[in-house]
């Protein structure tokens, strides 16, 4: 069974920065698309990252290169750096893997989800 689970997030000042990790079990991040996404009530889910298992990436445009998506296959590890936040960052943000298929950040094609960890931007 793949699991999920995302860790790091927290309330930060606009401007701040946070790492948010997502540990996999074995050999998911190695070999499966993976992708973070976030959530803020009342709107809809949104992608933010993928990272295909040969190491390509696709950015959503709206983030402008503030947020970074990376991965430690041995760690069975994947990551989320974010910088120069803002309020509306503020969101619940999941990891999710994808067993197949092209690799885009579209979380319909997802197979498997974290719970999530939330992350809070305010003064």
């Known amino acids: 069974q793949v699991q999920l689970l995302e860790s790091g997030g927290d309330s930060v000042l606009p401007g701040g920065s946070l790492r948010l990790s997502c540990v996999a079990s074995k050999d998911v991040v190695s070999t499966y698309c993976m992708g973070w996404f976030r959530q803020a009530p009342g709107k809809k889910r949104e992608g933010v990252a993928a990272?295909?298992?040969?190491?390509?990436?696709h950015y959503a445009d709206s983030f402008q290169g503030r947020f970074t998506i990376s991965k430690d296959n041995a760690k069975n590890s994947l990551y989320l750096q974010m910088d120069r936040l803002k309020p509306e960052d503020t969101a619940m943000y999941y990891c999710?893997?994808?067993?197949?298929?092209?690799?885009?950040?579209?979380?319909?094609?997802?197979?498997?989800w974290g719970k999530g960890t939330l992350v809070t931007i305010s003064s």
């Open positions: 999710a893997a994808q067993d197949g298929g092209y690799c885009y950040n579209e979380d319909d094609a997802m197979d498997y």
């Open positions: 990272l295909d298992t040969d190491g390509a990436i």
